[in-house]
């Protein structure tokens, strides 16, 4: 059988407080919408159609290619959201999902044994439905005599009888789509909100003798709706556990979960070692036995095996087999570090290769070079890429030794087994096996301390 699933994406998310559409707020380094997609591709579905309406470019521009999407101008409740969609899938054969963009933590296991019961029930339309002592603010299912769902109920409608069900509509259905186009034509707008409410086609549904069933979650986390701030950051701590969880299930070590954040799409090898206040973001890959310090920082970055990150932030580079970098060390965007590579404590390096066994120990800027193996930097070594205007390359062969404070003015070339002398300003290309000495001369004044600021004497 055909599948089909239409995500609401429409909601302005007033209560967000936000100029960002709300299933555009991240959870777990993935969008709200990211998420729900995600879940919903594990269905393997014919076409998913996107509701789009307040800030719909932006929504628009996040979509996976080849997904499709339609333009509610006007929000005039959830039915009218489904409803526009029917010229795209009103004369389908098949089911329908209809899912809220706002609802990041459901899975795609869930959504795939929801579509199963449906199926093997030969429902019209099921409800994903779930058990909660605190109902409030939710719509309630309430059953007949049979057992069987008989209507959903929202809040602001509901008697005080009703209002004690505690079992609840996550927002989640699965419909006989040629049924739910049938009866959306049916809805009206008389409830409290005055709005077309989707929930309203149960009541048709029954009023048909047709099947109305619910599947009930067996994890209430899952039903969370974000609406605010406060659900938001509910939603992203779940989420991290999860996350969280399951690279320790995969082998990983952490050493304080509660105080280590990684994101979504984020993947770890066995034996790799996490300290506690460590963020890991975007779509970094970390492989086997590598160790992370507390306080380290990683954004979409990869990290090979046997490398180690002592309290230092990666950004958008590679570390090789065996590389070490920290402490207080930054890898900005388009450093690669090949195998052996040491990176000490306050050293920043950007759009850099660092060849075989480099070593830049500490306190040392490396900016758009090309480095050879077994290069050693001293401390307080500067490449100096940058005029103003433009930035500029700097090349330094294998096995050459910077001395400390050497300022390495770009454009140039260091020669193989090339040295420059320690305080040097090095302006011009030094050739292979040479020395470059380029400071001034010193001189001693003898005795004329003693006429100086400073003396104290003997």
Do not use: C, W
């Amino acid at each position: 059988m055909n599948k089909y699933a239409i995500i609401l994406a429409a909601g302005k998310g007033t209560r967000m407080k936000s100029k960002l559409p709300k299933v555009l707020h991240e959870v777990a380094g993935k969008t709200m919408l990211g998420h729900v997609l995600a879940s919903v591709s594990s269905l393997e579905t014919e076409k998913n159609i996107v509701i789009v309406g307040h800030e719909a470019d932006r929504v628009i521009a996040t979509l996976p290619k080849g997904t499709n999407f339609v333009k509610q101008s006007e929000q005039l409740g959830t039915g009218h959201a489904v409803k526009i969609a029917a010229d795209l899938l009103a004369d389908k054969e098949g089911t329908t999902l209809v899912i809220a963009g706002d609802t990041p933590l459901i899975k795609g296991e869930t959504l795939k044994a929801l579509l199963q019961y449906h199926e093997s029930h030969k429902a019209t339309a099921t409800i994903l439905t779930a058990i909660t002592p605190e109902p409030t603010g939710y719509g309630r299912i309430v059953r007949g005599k049979d057992h069987t769902v008989e209507k959903i109920v929202e809040q602001k409608d509901a008697s005080e009888l009703e209002k004690a069900i505690t079992e609840i509509n996550t927002g989640t259905f699965v419909f006989d789509n040629k049924s739910l186009f049938k009866a959306l034509n049916e809805i009206t707008t008389d409830n409290a909100q005055g709005e077309y409410y989707l929930t309203d086609v149960i009541e048709i549904f029954k009023k048909a003798n047709k099947t109305v069933d619910a599947y009930i979650l067996k994890d209430f986390d899952e039903s969370l709706g974000v609406n605010d701030r406060v659900a938001l950051a509910q939603a992203e701590k779940i989420m991290r556990q999860r996350i969280n969880t399951q690279h320790m299930i995969n082998g990983v070590t952490l050493i304080d979960p509660e105080s280590t954040y990684i994101d979504s799409d984020v993947t770890i090898g066995a034996e790799t070692v996490i300290e506690g206040n460590v963020v890991i973001k975007g779509k970094t890959v970390i492989f086997n036995n590598v160790h992370i310090t507390n306080g380290s920082r990683i954004i979409d970055s990869e990290i090979h095996s046997d490398s180690e990150i002592r309290n230092s932030t990666i950004e958008n580079s590679r570390m090789s087999v065996g590389s070490n970098v920290g402490p207080y060390a930054h890898l900005r965007p388009g450093t690669v570090l090949s195998e052996e590579v040491h990176v000490g404590n306050f050293v920043e390096i950007k759009g850099s290769t660092l060849g075989k066994g480099t070593k830049a120990g500490h306190l040392t800027y490396i900016g758009n070079a090309t480095v050879g193996e077994k290069v050693n930097f001293g401390a307080g070594t500067i490449t100096a890429n940058y005029d103003g205007r433009n930035k500029f390359n700097t090349e330094i062969d294998d096995f050459a030794f910077i001395g400390s404070n050497s300022t390495i003015i770009a454009p140039i070339h260091i020669g193989k087994n090339g040295l420059t002398a320690a305080g040097s300003v090095i302006t011009e290309d030094v050739p292979d096996e040479s020395i470059a000495i380029a400071r001034g001369r010193q001189v001693n004044k003898i005795g004329r301390a003693k006429k100086m600021p400073h003396y104290r004497g003997k």
